[in-house]
């Protein structure tokens, strides 16, 4: 089962409020990535999670703040997010953090900010 | 340069063609190579793993020339469900991290 599940499914949030974004994986994967997607460009990747701690931040702005509670979680909370930041949120996991593993993704959580 | 660089296409191919996509990638050292598929609006969902001496699943043949710097995807007899965006992704092997890159993807549009 290469399973990663997300919820939302969608959201619209405004500029001042605060939300979160829910992954989790049951495969024993042991690292876990945040993405962002933009309409007809590729995931840009935004954190990497190795084995509970934070890996890379690829200098993404503090309105966005992950969270790893356990191996098979990962939340990413939004506070006071601008409409450019409205797009696809792709969660995704493998089995290592080590490089060089297939990384498998959630269906995503659609965010638009009105 | 880009790191990884793929025709964006789009490719419109009649049902039963035979489709190849090119990607070439930039650093020499890198070690995985993966094409994923990605549907309009959904996520990028890995097709294969593209290892050094080419594999092979069903309709689906990936080759890598590291000499070239170069990967390849071709499909056969294409099916009106392979309509969709198809992602080179390479890992970065300077960091000890799982990043990966991705093209910017080739669309493809098979037609009846």
């Known amino acids: 089962d290469t399973e990663v599940t997300q919820t939302p499914k969608h959201l619209v949030m405004g500029m001042t409020n605060k939300k979160s974004l829910k992954c989790e994986q049951h495969?024993?994967?042991?690292?876990m990535y945040w993405y962002k997607q933009k309409a007809k460009k590729p995931p840009e990747l935004m954190f990497v999670?190795?084995?509970?701690?934070?890996?890379i931040n690829e200098s993404v702005p503090s309105r966005f703040s992950p969270e790893c509670p356990n191996s098979s979680l990962l939340n990413l909370h939004l506070h006071a997010l601008q409409p450019e930041d409205s797009a696809l949120y792709l969660c995704?996991?493998?089995?290592?953090?080590?490089?060089?593993?297939?990384?498998?993704f959630g269906p995503g959580t659609r965010l638009t900010v009105t | 340069r880009k790191e990884v660089e793929q025709d964006p296409g789009p490719f419109n191919v009649p049902e039963g063609a035979t489709v190849a996509f090119n990607c070439t990638y930039s650093?020499?050292?890198?070690?995985?190579f993966f094409w994923y598929r990605q549907d309009c609006r959904k996520e990028p969902k890995l097709l294969m793993s593209?290892?050094?001496s080419g594999n092979e699943d069903g309709r689906f043949t990936a080759q890598l020339n590291r000499a070239s710097q170069y990967i390849s995807l071709l499909i056969r007899d294409s099916k009106l469900s392979d309509s969709a965006t198809y992602l080179c992704?390479?890992?970065?092997?300077?960091?000890?991290?799982?990043?990966?890159?991705f093209g910017q993807g080739t669309t493809l549009q098979v037609k009846p």
């Open positions: 999670y190795s084995y509970e701690k934070l890996s």
């Open positions: 995704a996991s493998s089995l290592s953090g080590t490089g060089g593993t297939e990384q498998y």
């Open positions: 650093n020499s050292a890198s070690q995985s």
């Open positions: 593209v290892y050094s």
């Open positions: 992704v390479v890992n970065t092997p300077t960091s000890n991290t799982g990043k990966l890159i």
């Open positions: 495969m024993g994967h042991r690292a």
